[in-house]
């Protein structure tokens, strides 16, 4: 009894051997493909005649075929060419392969930045002055009017609004890690 009981445990164990020797070998990665990052929106939480604050939503997409952390993002936001935010998500975000997440920030722009550099650059502007340079980026980004005697000015201005981000992204998976430049633009209404 016990020598068919021994032939059976060593035939059995011989063909699961066999079996798992058969099974196709899955490739290991060797080169980590950079995350696309994208501006997907840039939402007004806040518009005021002192601050104005916004809300910038990103969406990464893992092209990998498996997961990676992004252990940074930093972004700065401009309009017309004029820094209006800037910040990071510094708290590590799991991507699973093949898939895209939105991630989400905050920032604030007192409303004192932009006057303070129109005064301050080059030979400099007046206060009054750089209030009226100010009126037009400020409707664009959906503060409110912060000089009642400007009112007339104020209704003529645009909000059509074109926000760009750039910064950097960093991630990591399979022991392998990349850091990429990005530059993104969207264009919408306040």
């Given at each position: 009894m016990r020598k068919p009981m021994l032939v059976l445990v060593v035939l059995l164990l011989s063909v699961s051997t066999l079996l798992f020797a058969c099974a196709p070998k899955e490739e290991v990665p060797t080169k980590i493909t950079p995350a696309g990052v994208n501006l997907e929106s840039v939402y007004k939480v806040f518009g005021g005649t002192e601050s104005v604050?916004?809300?910038?939503?990103?969406?990464?997409?893992?092209?990998?075929?498996?997961?990676?952390?992004?252990?940074?993002?930093?972004?700065?936001?401009?309009?017309d060419n004029e820094v209006i935010g800037a910040g990071q998500?510094?708290?590590?975000v799991y991507i699973p392969a093949n898939t895209t997440v939105k991630l989400t920030s905050c920032y604030t722009l007192p409303l004192s930045a932009p006057l303070g550099r129109r005064m301050m650059a080059g030979a400099g502007m007046t206060a009054g002055a750089a209030t009226a340079a100010t009126l037009p980026l400020w409707k664009m980004i959906g503060g409110a009017n912060p000089a009642a005697p400007l009112a007339a000015t104020w209704q003529n201005l645009t909000s059509q609004v074109?926000?760009?981000?750039?910064?950097?992204?960093?991630?990591?998976?399979?022991g392998m890690k990349t850091t990429t430049e990005y530059s993104r633009t969207v264009s919408l209404v306040s």
């Open positions: 604050t916004h809300t910038p939503v990103f969406v990464i997409t893992n092209s990998n075929n498996f997961e990676v952390t992004v252990q940074t993002l930093d972004y700065r936001i401009s309009v998500i510094p708290d590590p074109t926000y760009k981000a750039e910064g950097t992204v960093s991630i990591s998976g399979l």
